[in-house]
């Protein structure tokens, strides 16, 4: 009987149901916010907001929740002992500048929505929490339970998920609805490492740009206390950048203020941006010695696969590790620079650190930070791999596309066997961590159908 059960159908006909529930999620600016953080709401104020949203609304419709105080809460249908693991995440990044509308007032506009976190990661969200209401609601019968978990600091530090999994455990098996259809088995390491130091700098007084370490700059500045207007406009003209100079002061005292717009993707394909960060710090190396300008110009401008290092590597299945600068902040007496690297299984780690202490040696620099997660990756052969494949190729037709490994980091990676699915289309361009970010409500339907189809399958085996 479950098998004749058309999802498709189904889902459209929650569509204005299910897309007031996500607007109501889309205008909760659920940004890490350090000015909100308290013992109650870990993360600030918006993403308890953001968390108690979804509870309540899973509880007004009949679900079984639970809270994990400001760190994590699941919502959860079905019988038996073992658990199905849906991991999703409630924070969005920095909506960062030049929207066409306001990012936390979503606007429909030509089947689609347009908000932050429309597609990372609150429409997967609510496609997967409807994808359980049309179980619960048509009483399809689950020997599993399946419990969509609730996250919270995914963009940050994954402390809420860490909490989670501390206080309810976590599921062996699961996917995470946070990045490709038709899914994603195998996920790059990520390697989070901040260097620094203190310094004496006659020159720069100031160079900030970027937020977070998955982002590539969009938007850089810095200062000067000497006029290199004429061979910055030369600079921007040669590299077809946008940006621009002018002068100001500190005090009464001149100085010279440097900008480049560059373009946001990404850091799992930061090739495919412009990093603002980068270009600036290459002009400025022409002109200023400072260490930690001089090795961004040095070593990453122009190579995100870190071949001026020595260090790349491409790895058959996973690809090639790759490197984001994400945050350049320096005054003129001490700074720092994060960088995100991406890397494959079987990348060799021992040459890579033995490099980096030669040259941060070199450059009188410090690793200031350190974090690491290791590569993440499940047989594709799998019964979980072909139960979601099958899942969605019943609803799309498409066995071109098949599953694949990425550069980027899901809470996939916190299931001993978990997996990212969907729920974003082979044909549409990812926009995550852009601005004007949107969601196709016709993906947003074939989602839910291909969620509720997979859950049926996972639950009933």
């Known amino acids: 009987m479950n098998e004749k059960i ?21 205008r909760i600016p659920s940004v890490y916010d350090e000015k909100t953080v308290s013992e109650k709401t870990p993360f600030g104020q918006a993403i308890e907001d953001a968390l108690c949203y979804m509870l309540d609304l899973a509880r007004k419709d009949g679900f079984k929740t639970e809270k994990d105080g400001g760190y994590a809460g699941h919502i959860e249908y079905g019988e038996g002992d073992e658990v199905i693991g849906v991991l999703c995440h409630l924070d969005v990044v920095p909506t960062g500048a030049g929207w066409t509308n306001p ?34 609601d048509l009483r399809v019968p689950l020997k599993k339970k399946v419990r969509i978990i609730l996250g919270t600091d995914e963009e940050t530090a994954w402390r809420g998920i860490e909490h989670y999994g501390k206080t309810f455990g976590m599921p062996e098996i699961g996917f995470a609805p946070d990045s490709d259809f038709p899914l994603i088995y195998g996920e790059k390491g990520i390697l989070h490492l901040e260097i620094g130091r203190e310094f004496v700098d006659d020159e720069l007084i100031s160079f900030q740009g970027g937020e977070r370490y ?32 002018a002068k100001d002061s500190i005090n009464g005292v001149p100085c010279y203020v440097y900008t480049v717009e560059g373009q946001a993707a990404h850091a799992m394909e930061p090739d495919k941006g412009i990093n603002a960060g980068v270009h600036l710090a290459n002009f400025l190396s022409a002109h200023i010695t400072n260490p ?14 870190l071949k001026k290092m020595g260090l790349d590597f491409i790895e058959p299945e996973m690809g090639p590790i790759t490197c984001n600068v994400g945050i350049i902040d320096i005054g003129s007496s001490r700074g720092r620079v994060c960088f995100d690297f991406r890397y494959p299984i079987n990348y060799d780690k021992d040459k890579f650190w033995a490099k980096w202490r030669r040259e941060l040696q070199y450059y009188n620099l410090n690793i200031t930070s350190l974090s690491d997660k290791v590569p993440h990756y499940v047989d594709r052969n799998s019964k979980l791999v072909q139960t979601l494949y099958q899942a969605y190729v019943k609803y799309t037709n498409d066995t071109v596309n098949q599953p694949k490994t990425i550069g980027g980091g899901t809470y996939a990676r916190a299931l001993k066997q978990g997996v990212a699915f969907g729920m974003e289309m082979p044909y549409e361009v990812s926009q995550a961590h852009q601005k004007d970010e949107a969601m196709s409500i016709d993906t947003f339907l074939l989602a839910m159908a291909i969620y509720a189809e997979a859950l049926m399958q996972l639950g009933t085996e």
Request: glycine share 4%; net charge neutral.
């Open 103 to 136: 990012p936390f007032d979503p606007v429909i506009k030509d089947r689609k929505v347009y908000a932050r976190g429309s597609m990372d990661d609150k429409g997967p969200t609510m496609a997967a929490y409807y994808a359980l209401k049309m179980l619960k």
């Open 214 to 245: 998955n982002i590539v700059i969009d938007h850089a500045s810095s200062k000067t206390k000497s006029d290199f207007t004429k061979q910055f406009e030369e600079y921007l003209n040669l590299h077809s950048l946008r940006g621009s100079a």
């Open 292 to 305: 930690l300008v001089n090795f961004v110009a040095d070593y990453f401008f122009n190579d995100v696969f």
């Open 6 to 26: 058309d999802f498709l159908a189904k889902a459209k006909s929650y569509e204005k149901e299910a897309l007031e529930s996500l607007r109501g999620l889309l």
